[in-house]
């Protein structure tokens, strides 16, 4: 029943994505990653170290993901900042890894959280300027 779900949801997820505008891809990165990181909790918690491992990098991959989607050229002091803030999620995500710290994950996190909901907040009007005017 477990792997009928799971092979539901990756079926569910590649369908949405290829329909996906690029606003509500970024969205779905957010989602992804926030998920990633509550499964790195739980690992810890756990004392899954192998689990732990896993989840955290597929995080990093997504924070690493948000990071090439900015368009530093058109983006200016919002996309540098958020450079920055992504590579420091990064350190932390790393520091977590090697030190099973769930408040470095924590505040991650809040950190991806904060970013999401500005993300989300975007009229729908203003998704595809940018690509628009490319």
């Known amino acids: ?26 969205q779905l990165m957010f989602k992804g990653a926030l998920e990633r990181i509550a499964q790195s909790r739980y690992a810890i918690e756990q004392g899954n170290i192998a689990a732990k491992g896993e989840y955290i990098g597929k995080a990093i991959g997504i924070i690493n993901g948000l990071q090439n ?11 540098n900042n958020l450079n920055r803030l992504y590579e420091y999620m990064v350190r932390r995500m790393t520091e977590a890894n090697l030190l099973s710290d769930v408040e470095a994950l924590d505040e991650v996190a809040a950190l991806l ?7 989300d907040a975007i009229p729908a009007e203003m998704h595809n300027i940018t690509s628009e005017k490319q």
């Open 113 to 119: 959280r904060e970013i999401k909901e500005a993300w």
């Open 69 to 79: 989607s900015l368009n530093m050229d058109a983006g200016g002091d919002i996309a």
């Open 1 to 26: 029943m477990r792997g009928s779900l799971q092979s539901y949801r990756k079926v569910s997820l590649e369908s949405e994505i290829a329909v996906a505008s690029p606003h509500r891809l970024v």
